[in-house]
C-alpha cells in the first residue's frame, strides 16, 4: 500500500493560519477628524448621560428590579413594553435606511466597536508610540522599557473597561447606588458579574480582537449587501486613473513614466483598521472609515497630483451615471419610518398615564348589609404612570342608586408607584337582583384629561 502524500512531502501543513496583528497607521485629514469627533461626542454620552438626573430620578434608566423604565422624563412600566418594541423597531429602521443611503458609515464612525477601538487604539499610540515603533517593540526582545509599556497600556486599557463595565450595568442599576456599593465593597453578586462581564467584553473586543469582529463575528458585514444597490455610497479607488501604478521619480510626472496617479506607497492599507487593500475593489470587510481617502488625499497633496484618488462615491456615480436618492428601496425605508415614528409621537401625546386593574373577592359572591343593600368588594391596582403624584375620584355607574361605600375620600397615589385600594360598592337589593354590569370609574382630580373605565360585574342574589 502506498504512504499518504503527507507523509512523503513532509509535515502536513496547517489548516489554519494565525490573523496577522493589523498595526493602523495614524492618518490626519477630514473624515479622520470627523471619527475623532463622532468618539468623542458619542463616549461623552455614554459616560455622562448615566449621571445625569430629570424629575428626581435618573435621567436614562432601565430599573429591571423595579420593573420601571425612565427615558427623560419619561416613565415606561412592563405594560408600556410596546414602546420599546417600537424603538427598537425604529433604530433598525434606521439603520437600514442609512445603509441603502450612505453604505456603511454606521460601522465606520458610530459603531460602538469602531468607537471603544478607536478609543483603545489611542492609548495604545500614547503608550507604545506611532505604528513603526509599535512594531519594532512586539518583534523586539523583552526589555525593562517594553515591560514598562506594555504595562502601563494593559492597565489603562483594564481601567478603562471597568469603568465601561460599570457604567453600562449603571444603566440598569441606580449609577449612584452602584457607586456607593463598589466603593464600600457591598456590591451584590448580580450587579458585580455583570461588570466583570461588560468590562471583559469591552477589554476583549476593543483590545485584542478588534478587526476581527468587523471581519467574523458581526453579523451586519454579512447582510449588509441585501441593502446595497448601485446607488448606495462606498468607497472606492479610481482604477483608470491609478493604474498602472508604481515609483516615480522625483520631478517626473505619471505620464512621463506612463504610470497612473498611485505610486504604490501601500499608506492605504497601513492606515486601514481591518487591513484591507481598497484597490483591489470594495470588499465586505471595508467600515467606510475613510482613513484611506485621508491618505492618499496627503499623498496626492505632496506629489501634486489632484486628490480623490480613493474617494466616497457610487456604483453608477463611478460609471458616469446619475445618483438616484429617491428610489423604491430608500422611499420604502422612509416611508416606515415616518409611519413608525409617527404612531410613536401620537401614542404617546395620547397615552393615558395611568392604569386600573380591577379584581373581584373570589371569597364571597356578595354580602347582605343592613338586611337592605348588596355589598360587592373588589381591590383596585391604580397604577399612576405619571412623573407627578395625583388625587382620583372614584365613581361606579350602572346600578341604579349604586354608590361608593369604601374608600370614602379620594385616592391619592404617589407618582410612578402602584397602589393597592379595597372598593366596596352597595347597591339597594331590590336593584341589584343577579349579575348586572357596571363600570368603574377613576379620574383625577388635580389634572384635566386623566380619566379611566374600567368594566366589571356586580353580583346580588338571583331573583
Known amino acids: 500500500m502506498p504512504a499518504p ?157 471597568a469603568y465601561t463595565g460599570f457604567t453600562f450595568v449603571g444603566y440598569f442599576t441606580p449609577i449612584r447606588a452602584l457607586g456607593g456599593e463598589l466603593w464600600q465593597l457591598t456590591i451584590g453578586p448580580a450587579a458585580a458579574f455583570w461588570i466583570f462581564l461588560y468590562s471583559f467584553a469591552t477589554y476583549g473586543n476593543a483590545g485584542f480582537l478588534r478587526e476581527q469582529v468587523c471581519k467574523y463575528m458581526c453579523p451586519y458585514a454579512r447582510f449588509q449587501s441585501a441593502m446595497f444597490d448601485r446607488n448606495t455610497l462606498i468607497i472606492a479607488y479610481d482604477q483608470p486613473r491609478g493604474e498602472p501604478r508604481g515609483a516615480r521619480r522625483r520631478g517626473a510626472t505619471a505620464q512621463e513614466q506612463g504610470r497612473g496617479d498611485c505610486i504604490d506607497c501601500t499608506l492605504c492599507v497601513q492606515v486601514c483598521p481591518t487591513g484591507i487593500d481598497i484597490r483591489h475593489g470594495l470588499q465586505y470587510e471595508c467600515i467606510a472609515c475613510g482613513a484611506c481617502i485621508d491618505a492618499c488625499d496627503g499623498v496626492m497633496d505632496k506629489i501634486g497630483s489632484p486628490r480623490g484618488l480613493i474617494h466616497y462615491t457610487t456604483e453608477d456615480a463611478s460609471r458616469g451615471l446619475p445618483v438616484r436618492i429617491a428610489r423604491p428601496r430608500t422611499l420604502v425605508y422612509a416611508a416606515l419610518l415616518l409611519a413608525v415614528s409617527g404612531y410613536l409621537v401620537y401614542s404617546l401625546m395620547t397615552r393615558m398615564p395611568l392604569i386600573v386593574d380591577v379584581i373581584r373577592d373570589r371569597n364571597a359572591l356578595y354580602r347582605e348589609v343592613n338586611g337592605e343593600q348588596i355589598e360587592n368588594t373588589y381591590t383596585l391596582k391604580v397604577i399612576n404612570l405619571d412623573a407627578t403624584p395625583h388625587v382620583y375620584q372614584l365613581t361606579a355607574t350602572g346600578v341604579d342608586r349604586l354608590y361608593v361605600a369604601e374608600p370614602s375620600e379620594p385616592i391619592g397615589v404617589s407618582a410612578a408607584t402602584v397602589s393597592n385600594v379595597v372598593v366596596r360598592l352597595r347597591a339597594p337589593e331590590s336593584r341589584a337582583m343577579g349579575v348586572n354590569r357596571i363600570t368603574i370609574t377613576l379620574r383625577a382630580l388635580d389634572r384635566d384629561g386623566i380619566q379611566v373605565h374600567e368594566n366589571a360585574r356586580f353580583i346580588g342574589p338571583r331573583s
Request: net charge positive.
Open 5 to 161: 502524500a503527507h507523509s512523503l512531502a513532509g509535515p502536513p501543513e496547517a489548516f489554519y493560519a494565525a490573523a496577522a496583528k493589523i498595526y493602523p497607521r495614524e492618518t490626519q485629514g477630514r473624515f479622520s477628524n470627523w471619527r475623532k469627533i463622532a468618539v468623542v461626542v458619542l463616549l461623552g454620552l455614554f459616560y455622562s448621560v448615566a449621571w445625569m438626573s430629570w424629575n428626581g430620578h435618573q435621567a436614562l434608566l432601565f430599573d429591571l428590579p423595579a420593573r420601571k423604565f425612565y427615558i427623560f422624563g419619561l416613565t415606561l412600566w412592563p405594560q408600556d413594553f410596546l414602546y420599546l418594541a417600537i424603538l427598537l423597531i425604529l433604530a433598525a429602521l434606521t439603520l437600514f435606511f442609512v445603509t441603502a443611503l450612505a453604505g456603511r458609515l454606521w460601522c465606520g464612525y458610530a459603531c460602538p466597536q469602531t468607537v471603544w477601538t478607536e478609543l483603545f487604539t489611542w492609548i495604545e499610540r500614547w503608550t507604545e508610540g506611532p505604528r513603526g515603533r509599535r512594531i519594532k517593540l512586539d518583534r523586539g526582545p523583552w526589555t525593562l522599557a517594553k515591560v514598562g509599556r506594555k504595562t502601563l497600556k494593559q492597565g489603562l486599557w483594564l481601567a478603562l473597561a
